[in-house]
């Protein structure tokens, strides 16, 4: 999964991006509100991670934004703002949840999770859909009730990117997108093909089908 973080102070940002990366998303740096726009209108995020205040501007203002050209990510608002006007001025304003400075890792990453969940409609760390089981917090997956297997990092981006957005045809350019940020070197045009064979290795070929010329799917029933 690709997550936009919106930060302007290069310490915190480095640090969180390292953070959420070893927890198996993706991160594009944005810190400047002008970055964010340029990123959010060619890639494709799953939510974002927004500081208020930054130097060219309101990152309040970018979200009504976005809110008003139909942008529905969940967004976490990231500030050292901490009066409850504050709070009630960011939800009100669009925001799916809000959490000040300074604040403890795990409930950062506690946060995103729900946000995700309730996104996707479940509210356990395990998706279940069409006989596969993913444990989101142990990154590995389990068939028809079996023995549990560890996934790789890829694959259980992969696979939880399929289980949070089923039944729809995800293409390989944005399957690539998803797995890989910006500044990685470019990813091989065969990469996917070589993930989704593995991943069929373990699920069963009729879960991930191909849609020949479009990309592939993962069928939840």
Known sequence: MKLLLLEDDDLLAESLAESLKDNGYRVDLATSLKAAKSLMATEHYVLAILDLGLPDGSGLALLSQWRKEGQDLPVLILTARDTWEDKVVGLEGGADDYLTK?????????????????????MSQELLLNGVSLDEANQCVRIDGGSWQPLTGTEFRLLRYFMHHPDRVHSKEKLIDQLYALEQDAAAPNLVEVYIGRLRRRLGKPIIQTRRGQGYVFVSH
Request: charged share 35%.
């Open 102 to 122: 300074p604040f403890h890792e795990g409930e950062l990453l506690a946060r995103l999770k729900a946000l995700l969940r309730r996104r996707s409609g479940s």
